[in-house]
């Protein structure tokens, strides 16, 4: 029987706004078989998704999404089958929640220079969960009146060279594959045709990912369209990295992404799950 395989997803922990139950419930419901919760820096919704998912019969892997600096460009690193408890990665992945705090103060205050009040407070309202994000603000400002929907207001308030754009100081590569395999997990690049890179610098990224000790591409994604999906499928293989396929779900307002749903993965790809059990 093949399984349905969607490894990233995410919770109220993070960004996404479902509770860790409510997403392995529609997980479920989905038709997906084996799910990943991997919340941005945090791990907090991984007891209440696992539970869950031994009571509905579905398979979770413990799993993160950490944000990474790499030549100046912010970077997604998932780790998959991590041990939740693992003192390192719990102690890195706390540093980049100050960070992440830092880094809110500094973005509430750049509106309030082009006269947004009150952003830090309203981004927080929506952050019921333990990190603050950028799709924080995005909530509180379409709330607020300052643009009609959230990819709206990430054009316009929260991508470099407008008001609200502030880069964050994240963890260096070589630092979250660390983490990762450390806490018994494999590290994988996240949507990668994402960062608009040159093929010199996606390259040059891959080369280092490996050295590190990263063994995995997301060479499926709901942001890839199919192209993207085959040309990352070809550095997956040309790289010898496991290819991963994940929703990068946040919920049922992402009108354009569903659990489970995704472009097939390339046929030359071998599938990160090959050796699990
Ligand atoms: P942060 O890690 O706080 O910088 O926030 C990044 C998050 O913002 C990503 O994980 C996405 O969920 C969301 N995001 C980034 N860019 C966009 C965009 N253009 N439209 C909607 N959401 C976005
Ligand atoms: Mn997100
Ligand atoms: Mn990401
Ligand atoms: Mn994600």
């Not at 952050?127 to 603000?137: D, L, Q």
């Not at 293989?237 to 489970?260: K, M, N, R, V």
Request: include cysteine; charged fraction near 20%; hydrophobic fraction near 40%.
């Amino acid at each position: 029987m093949t399984l349905t395989y969607d490894l990233h997803s995410h919770s109220r922990a993070s960004d996404g706004s479902l509770t860790p139950t409510e997403l392995v419930t529609r997980a479920k419901l989905q038709g997906v078989d084996v799910l990943a919760l991997t919340d941005h820096d945090v791990v907090d919704g991984l007891v209440d998704a696992g539970q869950t998912a031994i009571s509905l019969g579905l398979k979770l892997i413990p799993g993160v999404e950490i944000s990474v600096t790499w030549n100046n460009v912010t970077i997604h690193v998932l780790g998959l089958g991590i041990d939740r408890e693992n003192e390192c990665l719990l102690q890195g992945l706390s540093e980049l929640r100050r960070c992440r705090d830092q880094r809110a103060e500094i973005i509430a205050k750049r509106l309030a220079d082009s006269g947004i009040d009150g952003a830090l407070e309203g981004a927080k309202n929506f952050a019921s969960g333990a990190i603050i994000s950028r799709t924080h603000f995005a909530h509180f400002l379409v709330r607020a009146g300052y643009a009609k929907n959230v990819r709206d207001v990430f054009k316009r308030f929260l991508v470099k060279n407008k008001p609200g754009y502030v880069a964050g100081k994240w963890a260096s590569l070589e630092q979250a594959v660390e983490w990762i395999t450390g806490a018994g997990g494999q590290a994988v690049i996240a949507h990668p045709a994402r960062y608009k890179l040159s093929a010199t610098k996606l390259r040059c990224l891959l080369e280092a990912f490996r050295l590190s000790g990263g063994i995995g591409l997301e060479v499926v994604s709901s942001s890839h369209n199919e192209s993207e999906c085959a040309l990352m499928g070809r550095y997956a293989t040309q790289f010898e990295l496991l290819a991963s396929c994940g929703s990068d779900y946040h919920g049922p307002e992402q009108t354009w992404a569903e659990l489970g749903r995704m472009p097939a993965m390339p046929e030359e790809c071998i599938p990160i799950w090959c050796q699990w059990n």
